[in-house]
């Protein structure tokens, strides 16, 4: 007897060069799906290549393109789960007829020779002659009779699934381009319908985006009127210390002339001195003394003037530090009057946008409505109108 020939050694480790095949594959027509049982028993899934014949260095990718079926859960444990695979569906329908695939095979037994095999069934020389049943010797009186066996179809309660299974062949057999078809009148309506809302979006008029004055960094009308009355606070309290001031000045101004009229009446003073000097020249002796004395008051009287006038002095630098305060209030006032100007510039150009956001033809391209799929690029909307991709596809059937 001839033993079995195996076209590839047992090859548990994926390693063999000998075991690295290609072969030809010519697949079927279908418009869909395409299997096809690898032509030299089980292969290394990670060692799979899928070439087109006529331009073999463009690859395909498992998961896109086609998909490795058919596990072998006996090798996989010989092999420390490394997975290994008997057949290839073709899901892409752009893959042509002819392509071209390789890939490292286990062998062993699984890949034995078909034709030695025959040819060893064949030289097993069996005896092949007819024999008549009464030739045979010892031979029992009676058979056990033959088991029987029913039909599925005959046990009552099993019609209903004989019909199911009936249905789900017709469908089979019926293909899937029609429901292909549906799918894609499906999608085309889910399509325009979408175009009609977002059209509809587009035209409508006023706030649709529900915003308020503050979403487009404007102030409302009563914080603008806050901010003046804040500023005519601040510019009265100003006026109060500058009449203040005016006060200070006044009672400095009556200390002054206090001060001019006590000179003058010093001086009338001297006036009389000066004349009773005259008369009483020949008294000039006794009168030296109260020169000296006269001319001591004289003395701290000046020293008192010269102590005025410093303060008269330090009044006028006061006075210019006020008027300086005053400047800067003034420019404080006009910067906050800019402000005001410029608020109410950006709350204008603000209502621009508005109404430009509106008017645009196309302001929100990337925004999809919930009955019709997509994504949300933006929280801009926060009604019901737009979702994420997940709730889409949810309730689209698709997730």
């Known amino acids: 007897m001839a033993s079995i020939v195996y076209q590839y050694p047992l090859d548990l480790t994926g ?5 690295a095949v290609e072969r030809q594959i010519t697949l079927g027509t279908g418009k869909v799906n395409r299997a096809f049982a690898f032509p030299d028993g089980p292969f290394f899934a990670d060692t799979f290549r899928l070439r087109v014949a006529n331009r073999p260095d463009a690859t395909y990718e498992r998961g896109t393109d086609y998909e490795l079926i058919f596990a ?3 090798y996989e444990k010989l092999t420390k789960n490394r997975e290994i695979v008997m057949a290839v569906v073709v899901t892409n329908t752009a893959i042509p007829t002819d392509i071209t695939v ?3 095979v286990v062998g062993g037994p699984q890949s034995a020779n078909i034709v030695a095999i025959e040819q060893a069934i064949a030289e097993l020389n069996l005896d092949n002659r007819t024999i008549a049943f009464k030739d045979l010797r010892n031979v029992p009186d009676t058979f056990p009779s033959a088991p029987t066996y029913k039909d599925v179809g005959d046990i009552y309660g099993f019609e209903y699934i004989i019909t199911v299974l009936a249905g789900i062949k017709d469908a089979i057999s019926s293909g899937d381009a029609v429901q292909l078809e ?4 499906i999608l085309e309506s889910l399509k325009n319908d979408f175009l009609d809302a977002l059209n509809a979006h587009i035209n409508a008029t006023g706030n649709v985006h529900h915003l308020d004055i503050h979403q487009v960094n404007g102030l409302t009308e ?8 804040d500023v005519q ?4 309290a100003t006026i109060t210390e500058i009449n203040a001031l005016k006060k200070a000045d006044e009672a400095l101004g009556r200390r002054i002339d206090a001060v001019v009229n006590s000179l003058e009446a010093w001086n009338d003073q001297l006036n009389v001195v000066a004349q009773n000097y005259q008369k009483m020249a020949l008294a000039l002796a006794n009168l030296n003394s109260l020169v000296l004395q006269l001319q001591k008051s004289i003395n701290d009287l000046n020293t008192k003037l010269n102590q005025v006038i410093q303060r008269v002095d330090a009044l006028e630098q006061q006075g210019q530090e006020t008027d300086q305060k005053i400047d800067q209030l003034q420019q404080n006032l006009d910067a906050l009057k800019q402000q005001v100007n410029n608020n109410t510039n950006a709350i204008s150009q603000a209502n621009q946008n508005l109404q430009n956001h509106i008017a645009a033809d196309d302001p929100h391209t990337g925004y999809l409505h919930k009955r019709y799929g997509g994504v949300v690029q933006a929280p801009v909307h926060v009604n019901a109108n737009l979702t994420s991709r997940d709730d889409v596809q949810a309730e689209a059937g698709t997730r």
């Open 72 to 74: 072998h859960p006996t």
């Open 102 to 104: 390789s890939a490292q």
């Open 233 to 236: 606070s601040a510019i009265d």
């Open 15 to 19: 390693s063999l060069t000998s075991n």
């Open 222 to 229: 009563t914080e603008i009127r806050a901010l003046i009355r």
């Open 182 to 185: 549906n799918i894609k009148a």
